[in-house]
Every structure is written in C-alpha cells, then in structure tokens.
T-cell receptor, first 115, second 118 residues
Framework: AQSVAQPEDQVNVAEGNPLTVKCTYSVSGNPYLFWYVQYPNRGLQFLLKYITGDNLVKGSYGFEAEFNKSQTSFHLKKPSALVSDSALYFCAVSLRNSGNTPLVFGKGTRLSVIA | DSGVTQTPKHLITATGQRVTLRCSPRSGDLSVYWYQQSLDQGLQFLIQYYNGEERAKGNILERFSAQQFPDLHSELNLSSLELGDSALYFC?????????????????FGEGSWLTVV
C-alpha cells in the first residue's frame, strides 16, 4: 500500500524568504507524486506533479518540487514566499501502473507566511 | 475554477437523516472520485466511478453509497447520519480511469460540500 508523510503540521516563513514543505512517500513501485493547495473555504487546487523525466518539476504560482528517489521525497519549494501563499498544502501519491489505485494524500502542512 | 461543480455548498441536517451530494465533473472527464476531509482523518478516499461503473473503493461506510449517471454526474448518498459524519466532502474528476496514468490525468477537485450533522 502507498502512503505519504508530511512531517510538519505547520511551517512558518517570513515573506521573501525561501520556503520548503516536506513530503516523503512509501510505495512498492514507481510513484506519481502531486502537490495540491487548499485556501480557506476552498477546494484543492492542483500545483504540480511528477510523472517521469526531470526530477525538478515546476508548477503554478512559482512553486517547484524535486523528486528524490533515493530519499523517497518530493519536497515543495519556492524561492521567495508571499503572504498570499499562506494555505494548507497536501502531498499525494499514486502508484504507477496500479490499475485503479486512487491518490493517497498526506495529512497536510499549514504554511503561514508572515509579512 | 477547476470545472468541477458540487452542490450544495453547505448543508446542515440532523442525526439519523439522509442527504445527497451532487457533483458535475469537468467537461469530458469520465472518472469521478469522492473524498471526505475531516479534521481528525485528513483527506480520505471514498469511492471512484469511471463512465458509470464503480472502479475503486476506499474507506466508505456501508451507510454511504454513490453512483454515476449516464450524463457522468455523480451523487453521494449519506444515510443514518451521525455527528461524526460532519465533514467537507469533495468530488474530483479526471479524464482517465487511473490517476496520472498519463500526463493528462490530473485529478481536479471541486470546492466541496460542507456537511454539518447536529
């Protein structure tokens, strides 16, 4: 079975500083990895995904994530945080060639960017 | 706007009652997924339908059921409601049968239906 861990419930960063939201995964094969963001009282919005190829994936709103197979990680990063980035971030994994296995989500990390 | 439409946005009902949540997927998407988001359980996958057929089942209670209609919209039926069923219920859709089987198969989420059981 696949699983995702987001080790930090909360991440605080000052505006303009780089941010990292951590994600590690566990699957028995090759993963597809995703990041979603949830703003207050809104649905989940797709940010980016890793399917194959380049380990550095660029997504929406200046976010990027690096797939590291040896460390089974897929950390979300942004060079310069904005106050508007404050939200709940979810990492998710799906197993490649798994038939109908759905996305499994981590518990989420609340990012707070302080002006 | 993801293109996934859910109704109602908010619903308050009493214990023991039954409710139906409705979802219209993005145009052209054949797969519909239902997720439950609660404070203590996080995002839990409930069930997936593909072109009218059930394709995957997660932690869905027997009191809950879903279906996908020929026009591809889906309904999630929650019955004999308990206080613990209070949560945000998301519908999501994708074009393919598998999440991310190809680069086009991103799952897109609706805004959710807030259910409060009192």
């Amino acid at each position: 079975a696949q699983s995702v861990a987001q080790p930090e419930d909360q991440v605080n960063v000052a505006e303009g500083n780089p941010l990292t939201v951590k994600c590690t995964y566990s699957v028995s094969g090759n993963p597809y990895l995703f990041w979603y963001v949830q703003y207050p009282n809104r649905g989940l919005q797709f940010l980016l995904k890793y399917i194959t190829g380049d380990n550095l994936v660029k997504g929406s709103y200046g976010f990027e994530a690096e797939f590291n197979k040896s460390q089974t990680s897929f950390h979300l990063k942004k060079p310069s945080a904005l106050v508007s980035d404050s939200a709940l971030y979810f990492c998710a994994v799906s197993l490649r060639n798994s038939g109908n296995t759905p996305l499994v989500f981590g518990k989420g990390t609340r990012l707070s960017v302080i002006a | 706007d993801s293109g996934v439409t859910q109704t109602p946005k908010h619903l308050i009902t009493a214990t023991g009652q039954r409710v139906t949540l409705r979802c219209s997927p993005r145009s052209g998407d054949l797969s519909v997924y239902w997720y439950q988001q609660s404070l203590d359980q996080g995002l839990q996958f409930l069930i997936q339908y593909y072109n009218g057929e059930e394709r995957a089942k997660g932690n869905i209670l027997e009191r809950f059921s879903a279906q996908q209609f020929p026009d591809l919209h889906s309904e999630l039926n929650l019955s004999s409601l308990e206080l613990g069923d209070s949560a945000l219920y998301f519908c999501a859709s994708s074009s393919g049968i598998r999440a991310a089987a190809t680069s086009g198969n991103t799952i897109y989420f609706g805004e959710g239906s807030w259910l409060t059981v009192v």
